[in-house]
């Protein structure tokens, strides 16, 4: 998922929990998502407990990670 279609699902905006990414239109961050999902909440689960979510924000939120690691790991070795 590119930087563009990332776009249409997740928002940084310093007025809506600190700038951390956030789902679109929600208050819910990528961090919160990857969160219950390290706990081993299964999607379905969050799913159901956030009706606002569908599953493409949470493939939204993990490629956000991915590229976020990636630059992350290009800023060290250069």
């Known amino acids: 998922m590119g930087h563009e279609e ?3 699902y997740i928002v940084i905006d310093p007025r809506i929990r600190f700038g951390k990414p ?3 239109g ?3 961050t990528v961090g919160d998502i990857l969160q219950w999902l390290s706990e081993g909440i299964p999607v379905p689960e969050i799913l159901d407990d956030y009706p606002q ?3 493409i924000h949470i493939k939204a ?3 956000f990670a991915a590229n976020r ?3 992350v790991r ?3 070795t250069t």
């Open 22 to 24: 956030c789902i679109r």
């Open 74 to 76: 290009v800023l060290v």
């Open 26 to 28: 929600t208050r819910i």
């Open 53 to 55: 979510l569908q599953e």
């Open 61 to 63: 939120a993990l490629a």
């Open 69 to 71: 690691e990636e630059i």
């Open 6 to 8: 990332l776009s249409k």
